[in-house]
């Protein structure tokens, strides 16, 4: 198979979809990988490593699509790289097509585009491997970026997110008590910031209580759990996640009286639309934004800061998926694993997620393994 690496123009992606050793185990067993030129220049792999690896470096994004059977990015593409797509063309992307336009995700299905998300491919114990390996990076990113949103240059109190001594630390709060919750948590305990995670699932606090230091306090979400919550907390990390779907708003905007003045939110949610009725997508050249005195940061797919460890592990994950799909053909694929057939969201015109199905109001056609 003809597989196509693109550089991605979604300004501070700095990610690429595969590592110069992930084209390597692709090339050595008979397919093709074009590489746009630089494409991996920005996560500290330059073109000739993937020369060694066996991949072709061409001069245009148009160039690689044009060559390529299945293409690898990383943020979603613009309408107008949707246009220039394929009628059974395999682009994988963080797609998170749950909270895009209804225009946009007609023009993919129209088109016959075979869509497949990281962030939804998910195996039969119900771990999603690609977005955990990304959620294990963001949550240590959320303490090591949170520390300095709560100094005073960010907008933030002054504090010292773990304290100092005879100083005491910073409370920060976690509302999700998945991967890349726990992973914060971990972190933020780590360097004895006080604190607290809230989810859900009570099994979901259990494994958070066993992998971090001191059995870190833990309570149900329920709302009034939540304002609790936020009458202390210095730093509320939002870190929910719905497989393939919209992100529940958890916090509305009269709930942030609740909080103290420069207290931080950072909304990770926002990859897919957000848990707090107040978030809006951000990015690094003007990452915080103020409502009702409580500073805002929302700064999607924070995995690209560390561009070079995120493509690493995203490769680690995601690997065995492409060649899978590049030995057997997507339909063959599809039949045989469960996890590519949980996550692919556009194929020959038919949408493959009953929850994307029933949002845009379109069948939810189902594909039966062998």
């Known amino acids: 198979m003809d597989v196509g690496l693109v550089k991605d123009r979604k300004p501070f992606e700095h990610r690429i979809g595969l590592t110069p050793g992930g084209v390597r ?10 590489l746009e030129n630089d494409a991996g220049l920005e996560a500290g792999f330059p073109n ?19 060559r390529s059977e299945m293409l690898i990015r990383l943020s979603p593409p613009t309408p107008e790289e949707c246009e220039g797509y394929r009628p059974g063309q395999i682009v994988i992307a963080a797609w998170h097509l749950a909270v895009a336009s209804e225009n946009y995700f007609t023009k993919l299905l129209d ?58 630390p910073a409370s920060m709060v976690i509302l999700g008590a998945g ?23 009570i099994n979901a606090l259990r494994r958070v209580q066993a992998v971090t230091p001191d059995e870190v306090p833990t309570m149900i979400a329920t709302r009034p759990h939540i304002e609790k919550a936020l009458a202390f907390a210095d730093l509320l990390v939002c870190a929910v996640a719905v497989h393939g779907e919209r992100t529940p708003v958890l916090v509305t905007r009269d709930m942030l009286k609740l909080m103290k003045p420069r207290s931080v939110i950072m909304d990770l949610s926002i990859d897919q639309g957000g848990c707090c009725e107040t978030s809006r997508p951000t990015d690094f050249s003007n990452p915080t934004y103020e409502v009702d005195g409580i ?31 590049a030995d057997k053909g997507f339909d063959q694929a599809v039949q045989d694993n469960p996890a590519i057939r949980r996550g692919t969201y556009t194929n020959d015109g038919h949408c493959l997620r009953k929850g994307v ?6 069948p939810h056609h189902v594909v039966d393994g062998t």
């Open 25 to 34: 185990a692709l090339t050595e067993t008979g397919h093709r990988v074009y």
């Open 357 to 362: 199905a029933k949002i845009f109001n379109v």
């Open 179 to 201: 991967t890349l919750g726990c992973e914060a948590a971990k972190f933020a305990r780590g360097l004895g910031a006080h604190v607290l995670v809230l989810d859900k699932d």
């Open 111 to 168: 088109g016959k585009v075979t869509t497949v998300g990281y962030e939804i491919i998910e195996d039969d114990s119900g771990r999603a491997p690609v977005l955990n390996a990304m959620s294990e990076i963001a949550g240590r990113l959320a303490v090591t970026i949170g520390a300095g949103l709560v100094l005073n240059e960010f907008g933030g109190k002054g504090l010292l997110l773990g304290g100092a001594p005879g100083i005491p």
């Open 48 to 66: 000739e490593i993937y020369r060694n690896a066996g991949a072709t470096v061409v001069y245009s994004d148009e160039e690689v699509r044009l």
């Open 295 to 325: 500073i805002h940061f929302c700064v999607p797919n924070l995995a690209s800061t560390a561009s070079r460890a995120s493509t690493r592990a995203l490769t680690n994950a995601m690997l065995p998926f492409v060649v899978e799909i």
